[in-house]
């Protein structure tokens, strides 16, 4: 089955770090790919959609210049959260779709627990 | 735009026995995706099962099957024999199908459902 890769699993760093967490399809193209917050307990939040040679697309709120997402080849995006403040600390969790339209599940990656202290 | 509401924050099912989790949505379109998706302890993203809104017939998959009701806009989640295993955090997801692979998914704040020994 479609397997999504994100990498780390879990970062501790100091505050004002940049930090990038990487989320490739394994096999198969993904065009497509979000990027998800997610607090203990609460639903997913989608932050961005990700597309192959295209800017980003943010969801209303979502700083672009503090998540910085690049989405060079058809199988890797990356978020790059920008000078890391306590207040980042969450667990971010990133999907990429099968060509072949909506009904296609969304394959999620294993998410990224980032600490800021 | 589209909400997705799951109204019980918790519940709690005795193994092997049947419980079903509620889900309804808002939209104005005629067709749609909907989706369930599981979140274990581990906060994987698990596709349960999904439902095409043009497709009368309700989806199942071995244990977990779906009551559609596209007039009441409810898709609610059914778990007969329920295990241990399923144990997790379940969340109902709408996907609109006008944008292909870009479509994103609104999620419901999810349900927490425990499984009693």
């Known amino acids: 089955g479609a397997v999504v890769s994100q990498h780390p699993s879990r970062v501790i760093c100091k505050s004002g770090t940049s930090v990038k967490i990487e989320c490739r399809s394994l096999d198969f193209q993904a065009t497509t790919m979000f990027w998800y917050r997610q607090f203990p307990k609460q639903s997913l939040m989608l932050m961005a959609t990700?597309?192959?040679?295209?800017?980003?697309?943010?969801e209303q709120g979502v700083e672009k210049d503090k998540f910085l997402i690049n989405h060079a080849s058809l199988t890797l995006s990356t978020l790059t959260v920008t000078s890391a403040h306590p207040e980042d600390s969450s667990f971010y969790i990133c999907?990429?779709?099968?060509?072949?339209?909506?009904?296609?599940?969304?394959?999620f990656g294993d998410g990224t627990r980032l600490s800021i202290l | 735009a589209q909400t997705v509401t799951q109204s019980q924050p918790e519940m709690s099912v005795q193994e092997a026995e049947t419980v079903t989790l509620s889900c309804t949505y808002d939209?104005?379109?005629?067709?749609?995706?909907l989706f369930w998706y599981k979140q274990p302890p581990s906060r994987q993203m698990i596709l349960v099962i999904r439902?095409?809104?043009?497709?009368?017939q309700n989806a199942t998959e071995n244990r977990f099957s779906v009551n559609f009701q596209k007039a009441a806009k409810s898709f609610s989640l059914k778990i007969s024999d329920s295990q241990l295993g399923d144990a997790a955090m379940y969340f109902c997801a709408y996907r609109s199908t006008t944008t292909g692979a870009n479509s994103k998914l609104t999620f419901g704040k999810g349900i927490t459902l425990s499984v009693r020994p």
């Open positions: 999907s990429a779709t099968i060509t072949g339209g909506a009904f296609q599940p969304q394959h």
């Open positions: 439902q095409e809104a043009y497709k009368q």
């Open positions: 990700s597309n192959e040679g295209s800017k980003a697309t943010y």
């Open positions: 939209t104005s379109e005629s067709d749609y995706y």
